[in-house]
Each structure stands twice: as C-alpha cells, then as structure tokens.
C-alpha cells in the first residue's frame, strides 16, 4: 500500500453557537440545529505530522464554518487558518490541507458541503489544554474556552458519545462553552456563559 502524501495527529477541540448538546452530533447531522444556522469553530494542534519531507510537528490550523439550520444540506461558509509560526514551505503545505486541495478530510467537507470558501488566514494560534478545559484564541478570528463535562464516576474522565460521523473522531468528549466569539471571515458571534455546545478529541487524518 502507498505511503500517504500527508498525515496529521494531534488534538482537537471545538464549540458551536448550538445548545448542549449539539444536535447535529447525534442525528447524523440530519436535524436542525437550536438556532437559524451553526456557527462552528474547530483548532487541531499537530503533535505528529509531515507532508512529504515537510515536518509539521508542533504546529496547528483552525477550521471555521457557518451552515445553514441543517448541516447535512451544505451550502457552508468555510475558512481555514494556519499557523503564523509555519516557515514558507509549511505554510504551504498546511494550507493545501485544511483548504481541502490536497485530498483527505477537509477536501470532502469542501467538496460535498462547502458553497462559499472564504479562504486561509496565517495567524497566531494558542491553544492550551489543563485537565477537562480546553482553550483557543486566534486574534481577529475567535476565541473560544470549553469545559469537558465530568463523568460522575470520578475518574477524572468525561461524558463520551461514540460512533458519530464527526470528521475529527468518532469518539468526542462532551464539554460546554464559556465563551465563544467568531470575529474573522465576516461572521459576528459573541456567547459568553451561554454554556453552549463543545467537543474534544485525539484526531488523525491522512491522505
């Protein structure tokens, strides 16, 4: 079997506009969402990555959608941002990924849902990750602060759901919002203690 042109592992987290829980995750995402449209913001940081010989470890992008009440019927605005710390050739590399011209997850999301690419941003990205809270900020673009929901069975761990066609993972820690602003590509979002819809997981993409 051929080596992939490009992979990536790493994390990721994520909040949307949606009420917890986002319905779209568990109806496959064929019902509507609880407002006029789903405003989504995703950041992946990269542990482990390369395309071809181009090393990506440590570097990370972002994905951000706005869809209509239903996400299945596409139609999405969709923009991406990459990692303003990524030398030339990893610019653009990375930026071939997440605009979905070098195959894999974000070119079927742009293939198959996407009517309105707002193309990419080279930004700062801060992620930063301490047991259950998940944080991301992208100056001009967002910023989001997401709170796994704790199991109470005390381990520490959070409430799952599985087996979801979700392009990240089909395993996504449940979490809400503590803010959530959307200022880039000409979205205007702005959630704070609202406890709306959040996720994270491990990802891996390839292609």
């Not at 997850?105 to 941003?121: D, E, H, K």
């Not at 929901?149 to 990240?168: K, M, Q």
Request: glycine share 8%; proline share 4%.
């Amino acid at each position: 079997m051929a080596e992939p042109k490009w992979s990536l592992r790493g994390e990721y987290m994520e909040s949307c506009n949606c009420d917890y829980l986002c319905p779209c995750i568990y109806t496959n995402p064929q019902e509507a969402a609880t407002h006029d449209h789903c405003t989504a913001v995703m950041v992946f940081r990269v542990d482990q990555g390369n395309f071809g010989d181009t090393k990506l470890d440590g570097l990370k992008f972002a994905l951000v959608i706005r869809s209509g009440r239903v996400m299945a019927d596409g139609n999405w605005i969709f923009a991406g941002v990459v990692d303003a710390s990524a030398n030339d050739v990893q610019r653009a590399a990375l930026a071939a990924i997440v605009a979905g011209d070098a195959g894999g997850t974000p070119a079927l999301i742009r293939q198959n849902l996407v009517s309105n690419f707002r193309g990419i941003a080279f930004k700062p990205i801060e992620v930063q990750i301490d047991a259950l809270r998940r944080s991301a900020s992208i100056p001009d673009i967002l910023a989001f602060e997401i709170e796994g929901v704790a199991s109470r069975n005390r381990t520490g761990e959070p409430l799952y759901i599985d087996n979801t066609a979700h392009p990240a993972n089909r395993r996504l820690a449940l979490a809400r919002a503590k803010e959530t602003h959307v200022k880039g590509f000409g979205l205007d979002l702005d959630l704070v203690g609202k406890g709306n819809n959040g996720h994270y997981a491990p990802f891996a993409w390839a292609a």
